[in-house]
């Protein structure tokens, strides 16, 4: 877990990254917490906010030529979710990639 977390800080923007990072794993690894993976999981997705946010603030990318605000009808709406979840899944699939180059597991 340490090389995961050492990994993922060097790509990291900011402290308030980090410490996000930190916080998260910190939940992941309390197995006596029943709320550990939904803890986990709210610092990852705020951290995957801030990232973005960060990288392209919301007033520049809706001053964008490109950006056009659709509203998705019910099966747009499924879709998207369907593809939410293959992402979240794929992002899991990535840490555990990194995780078995590494002597530890994601499992703590």
Known sequence: MERLSEFL???????????VLKGSLMAYKALDNPLRLSQF???????????LSTLAADDEVKAS???????????????????????????FEILKLVASKSPHTLRP
């Open 9 to 19: 800080n060097a790509m990291l923007l900011d402290e308030f990254s980090r410490e």
């Open 65 to 91: 030529s490109w950006f056009v605000v659709e509203t998705p009808d019910a099966d747009e709406a499924e879709a998207f979710a369907c593809e939410a979840v293959a992402t979240f899944l794929e992002f």
């Open 41 to 51: 999981s709210t610092g990852i997705r705020e951290l995957i906010g801030h990232t």
